[in-house]
């Protein structure tokens, strides 16, 4: 039987935690580059590692607030393409979990989206002579792989997924639409793996019980904002924020 019971934080780690799960709430309900500031809040007041079974019941709560706003603006056919490899990039994780130090894989991963944001730019400098590559099945399935691990490994997709729905043209309310149900079925999936782990345990539960309902005005606020970002800022505020995560996976 499942132990319920609360985390201990210092003063200081509750106010990390409350704004990290506020957070949390602001990118499932629209502001989506702001999927790695939860992780880094987390992550300075638990391990790493241990971080990812305490935000993931979060992201969960996060994603049933956003499916029922943005339900209805779903790309299925880019959906559709990247799940597959991304499940099966999950189970990669799982296995390298334990057999991949956090100080290699980081730095990484990190250089890794650091490129991905500079094909970005090529892109839109080149324009059409290079659109066949993002619209190839090899790059769908790449960076489908690249998310889920790095999802599993450190819950850190969002700059990956958020990349490759802006490179296949992806407005922004599809962009939005199709990142939250993306991100609802594979934080399902991740469930039985982050709790074999022993990650996702009954402390972890307690703790987003507790915060749920951060999350939940995080996700109105969040919705709002993105309401009245233009459609350019909004792709410019997604890449610098991408840009940040990746540096912060680096450093």
């Not at 980081?106 to 970005?120: D, V």
């Not at 066949?132 to 999802?151: K, R, W």
């Amino acid at each position: 039987m499942l132990h319920l019971s609360p985390p201990h934080f210092s003063h200081g780690g509750w106010v990390v935690v409350i704004f990290g799960a506020f957070a949390i709430g602001m990118n499932k309900g629209g502001l989506t580059g702001l999927g790695v500031l939860p992780v880094l809040l987390f992550a300075v007041v638990l391990k790493a590692k241990e971080s990812t079974g305490f935000i993931l019941p979060l992201l969960i709560v996060g994603d049933l607030c956003a499916i029922g706003v943005y339900r209805r603006v779903v790309i299925w056919k880019v959906f559709w393409k990247l799940l597959p490899p991304t499940l099966l990039g999950v189970v990669v994780g799982y296995f390298l979990m334990d057999r991949i130090s956090e100080a290699a894989f980081g730095p990484l991963i990190g250089w890794i989206i650091m490129a991905l944001i500079a094909l970005q730019f090529l892109r839109s400098w080149l324009g059409a002579k290079v659109d066949h590559i993002f619209e190839s099945h090899s790059f769908g399935a790449g960076m489908g792989a690249l998310a889920g691990i790095t999802t599993m490994l450190a819950n850190s997709a969002g700059p990956v997924a958020n990349l490759y729905f802006l490179s296949v043209g992806l407005p922004k309310w599809n962009l939005i639409g199709t990142s939250v149900w993306f991100f609802f079925v594979i934080n399902l999936c991740k469930i039985p793996f982050s709790a074999q782990l022993g990650l996702t345990n009954g402390t972890s539960l307690t703790l987003a019980l507790m915060l749920a309902p951060l999350v939940v005005v995080g996700a109105f606020c969040g919705h709002r904002l993105a309401k009245i970002m233009p459609q350019k800022i909004f792709e410019r505020f997604l890449l610098i924020c991408t840009a940040l995560g990746a540096l912060k996976l680096i450093l």
